[in-house]
């Protein structure tokens, strides 16, 4: 029965990574004043007939801590991407060089960071709504695996160690949600 056990805690270690990464990747995406090549990781663009995400027919850097600049292999892409930079409606207004897009992140108003940590907020919630609901499923396997002769004991033990692996992720996302909080709030 180990076996079990123990696959059980692999399935809800693997549940509470792809929360912690998920929260990651949509934080990654927000504008917190500073330029980042990911916050335009969502956009893709129409490329030899099939939507391509941006940064594999480009090169997305920063020049500096207000700019992005983005180097398109193919030149001829310039205005399609510049097209889908607009449609994604992020609030940035791109300019095209004919060599490259340039993009001025500008600072972010009082109102515009307030708003901001509210989405994190939810994300935040989002994300412990996550763990918990991995949480559950964890203890819904040890309830069967009990019905299939894991002792009482073996269970109750199992299911302290999975509330203490919940704690532990729980804390992770106040401290990453923490970080961005603070990163959003400094002007």
Known sequence: ???EVQMQFEILEESLNNSIEHL???LLKL???KA???????ITVES???????????NVGTMDAQTIVIQPWDKSLIPVIEKEILKANLGFNPQNNGERIMINVPPLTEERRRELVKFVKSEEENCKISIRNARREALDGFKKLKEEGLSEDEQKRAEAKVQEKVDEYIKKVESVIKEKEKEIMTV
Do not use: D
């Open 36 to 42: 980042n090549p990911h916050m335009l990781s969502g």
């Open 1 to 3: 029965m180990n076996e």
């Open 24 to 26: 990651q990747k949509e």
């Open 48 to 58: 030899y007939g099939q939507q391509t995400p941006l940064n594999q027919v480009a």
């Open 31 to 33: 504008r917190a004043g």
